[in-house]
Nanobody, 118 residues
Framework: QVQLVESGGGLVQAGGSLRLSCAAS????????MGWFRQAPGKEREFVAS???????YYADSVKGRFTISRDNAKNTVALQMNNLKPEDTAVYYC????????????WGQGTQVTVSS
């Protein structure tokens, strides 16, 4: 019911910044929780950040103070500003959407690669 497309990934040196963007279509965007997840090689997919319909944000401890999630309901987009990147941030980053009444994130983007060199 929701289609998600991520963009903005790339290669950056440690200490640098990247801004990821996720464009949503197909459903009313503002009624969903939006989240960012990441998966590094050989690791489980992990939660990074989420934002609800009122723009209240939540962060994993590992990125708190460095990453900022935001949403623009008028444009149906959600962004992840990543500052002071570290090599351990290297992963494929996924945008996800969850209906308010659902227990899990049901809609996922294709992912975008973020590589941080030391």
């Amino acid at each position: 019911q929701v289609q998600l497309v991520e963009s903005g990934g790339g290669l950056v040196q440690a200490g640098g910044s990247l801004r990821l963007s996720c464009a949503a279509s197909g459903r009313t965007f503002s009624s969903y929780f939006m989240g960012w997840f990441r998966q590094a090689p050989g690791k489980e997919r992990e939660f990074v950040a989420s934002i609800d319909w009122s723009s209240i944000a939540y962060y994993a401890d590992s990125v708190k103070g460095r990453f900022t999630i935001s949403r623009d309901n008028a444009k149906n987009t959600v962004a992840l500003q990543m500052n002071n990147l570290k090599p351990e941030d290297t992963a494929v980053y996924y945008c996800a959407a969850k209906a308010v009444v659902d227990l899990t994130y049901d809609y996922w983007g294709q992912g975008t690669q973020v590589t941080v060199s030391s």
